[in-house]
């Protein structure tokens, strides 16, 4: 059995590495005496500072910070024959916000994976939540330390609960004699207190320095050692201030030639000398939400008497006589606690081996032995064959349809273009651009399902067009919130999509009102069209020219106006396109499935077979270098793809999974090919986290979709642009969804026979 282990891992200082190499030499004991042959690899996590020398089993390192490694572990991981592998979890190892960075390598892991979950946080961030959901949602079982842990993520993380298994965190099995090392510390005689670990401000040690006065007075020959490091991270931005502080409070308070520092990070064998050697260990954390500690199981590994705040896992351990609890920054107690076992010492010893005899239960061979069973389980188990799917489309997947957000942020102006997360932010005004995409997805709307809000909406939106038209059939673009112009004259994107809306209104108004105002506002931007130079703006030109045409076919200029703005696009594309780069330009930047989805649109009315062949074979081009791996992968706008050059991942944005969306679509239209309709779900669930980050940009609160994503994970503002695309996709799906099931066996139209060429390799 070869199990991968991905974590930190010595001698890199770090508590969830040791805990690591504990976990997989306890495995490898566990198996020992089996027939199965057992061999771990480790996948080490490195920080910035990486000069350590690894051990054997140490097989590739990556360094946390850089997006690019994780990628490169996993393809390393699916290429070293593993059968499993162990996942050891905390948001502070892995890069990234709250640890983003490790999702995609998990994604990509072609064999199961076990994650231990070393935090499991009551009121984590927008990200934090998502992250950990994503992590249990893919892990085939998960590993927690506490009861209290499988509570939390049965309730705010939904996880369900036969997905969970509590095994305690290990201790090491040595055993060494109290009184021989006491006198080897030269304790004899004293009361000593301790506490280690990594030293940070959330510890609390100042609780103990402030208990100290009163239990001195009482016993004189107590001393408190804090052993540990500060921790790395807080060298970092802080230094040593925390304990200089320290320092300083136990001179002020006249205890310092009682307090110890061991600025260390000292091996287990030292340091469970020191717990055995110790009369009272402390653990006075300052917050309730430590799920796990691993210094509180080595106490009772140890046979130690302990006294702690009530954080969660002592609560746990410390129940039935195996310890006792102070209150969080209350010294008062803690003084109390401390003099009290001193002045009892038949109850002190009674602790003692209360906690000696759980510690019994959980060394790292037991620890070992049940990691090995889950091990066993999880491998021995067949995958389900599930049948193959009939419905392509996953509705079930989808959210419910929701205008909750555009109802947040339109008012009776237009939509407001930007949001600061979910609310309308108001400083930024209106835009030509998502006011004609809204006009556009409320029409969809109102036709699929009747939504009386949507129609509500159609005049606000269509007011808002005719306000920005110029005299000339141009258009302004942006509005600010005061109703003053802030352009003359707009972006031909936003001419483009403007007559992309008008178009489609021109074919499914739900009124003559409309229809008429939608009609002078399409003709008296006609002039215009045949100036256009931005081929996106052509594309979304020709898409609105076909929508009209569909009910028009009769007028035989705007035909005409079709087939010169389709000839500039299809020459922009012979001029640019190679045998190994079909596209329109010498890089992919945003929306670039309009392109193509344009051609597709001209085709079909035109009848013209080489449009179509340069429709699919860009399409496939582009198919080609954002659906590798089985999910879209958007080109991100930090720097675009050059040809011959690297693309960029970051920031990828929802109006790129929308034009994805609506280029499959047409493409099922016009060859009734099912795999166009997989294309297309598969670039949905894009918004619902089959992404690169592996998180939804969806949000299920708000109903809105955040702005994408970049390399530090979602920008959850949540502006028109983003969220209407979300919208216009979901609509084209269930659109998609009832073409698909007009038929159980659909066919291509016989109008269409005539001019779709079947020789054609789509």
Known sequence: MKIGYISTYPPRECGIGTFTQNLQLAIKK?????????????????????????????????????????????????????????????????????????????????????????????????NQKIILKEVCRMAKEIVVMSNKAVTLLEEIYLVPIEKIKLIAHGVPDIQYDSAVVRKTFRFDGKKVLLTFGFISRNKGIETVIRSLPEVIKKYPNTIYLILGKTHPNIIKHAGEEYRNFLHRLARNLDVQDHVMFINEFIDEDELIRYLTACDIYITPYLGQTQITSGTLSYAFGAGCAVASTPYWHAE?????????????????????????????????????????????????????????????????????????IKNILNIP?????????????????????????????????????????????????????????????????????????????????????????????????????????????????????????????????????????????IANTIIGISYYLKTNMLDEQMVEMLRVLTNKLTLQYKRQSTPDWKWFESLLTYDNGILPLALMHAAEILEDDEVLEIAMETMEFLTEHTMKDGFLSIIGNKEWYEKDGHRSVYAQQPIDALAMVQMYYQAFLLTRENEYLEKLFTSFMWFL??????????????????????????????????????LVSHLVVLQAHEEFYKSEQPEVPKKKTDWLNKELHL
């Open 30 to 126: 566990a198996f020992e005496d089996s027939d199965i042959k057992y061999e771990g690899s480790v996948i080490a996590l490195s920080d910035d500072n990486d000069h350590y020398i690894y051990p054997k089993e140490v097989k590739m390192t990556l360094q946390q910070d850089q997006q690019a490694d994780y990628l490169e572990a996993a393809d390393f991981i699916n290429l070293s024959g593993l059968d499993l592998c162990v996942l050891e979890h905390e948001f502070g190892i892995f890069g990234g916000e709250s640890g983003v960075y490790i999702l995609p390598l998990l994604h990509k892991l072609e064999m199961p994976f076990i994650v231990t979950l070393h935090t499991v946080l009551d009121t984590p961030s927008y």
């Open 316 to 388: 746990e351990l410390l129940a039935d006589g195996k310890g006792k609890i102070f209150g969080f920054k209350n010294h008062e107690e803690l003084s109390k606690v401390l003099n009290g076992l001193f002045d009892h010492p038949d109850e002190l010893k009674a602790m003692k081996e209360k906690a000696g005899d759980y510690g019994k239960t959980i060394i790292w061979p037991e620890i070992g032995r049940k990691y090995k069973g889950l091990f066993n389980s999880v491998i021995e188990e067949q995958p389900i064959k599930a049948d193959k």
């Open 397 to 537: 997947l989808m959210p419910k349809f929701s205008l909750a957000h555009i109802k947040r942020l339109t008012d009776d102006t237009g939509i407001i273009q930007h949001a600061k997360y979910g609310i309308p932010n108001l400083k930024e005004g209106y835009c030509l651009d998502d006011n004609s995409r809204a006009l556009f997805m409320v029409l969809m709307a109102y036709k699929q399902k009747r939504d009386p809000l949507a129609l509500e909406y159609m005049p606000i939106y269509l007011s808002y067009i005719h306000y920005m038209q110029n005299p000339d059939g141009t258009f302004k673009n942006f509005l600010g919130f005061n109703r003053m112009f802030l352009d003359e004259v707009g972006s031909e994107d936003s001419f483009g999509r403007t007559i992309l809306a008008l178009g489609y209104l021109l074919g499914n108004a739900p009124n003559d009102a409309y229809f008429q105002t939608g009609r002078l506002l399409f003709f008296d931007a006609v002039p215009n069209f045949q100036n256009l130079r931005s081929i996106r703006s």
């Open 689 to 726: 986290g089959e992404n690169d980050l592996r998180m939804s940009l969806y949000d299920f609160e708000t109903k809105g979709c955040c702005d994408g994503f970049e390399s530090y994970g979602v920008n959850r503002n949540q502006g028109a642009e983003s969220s209407l695309a979300y």
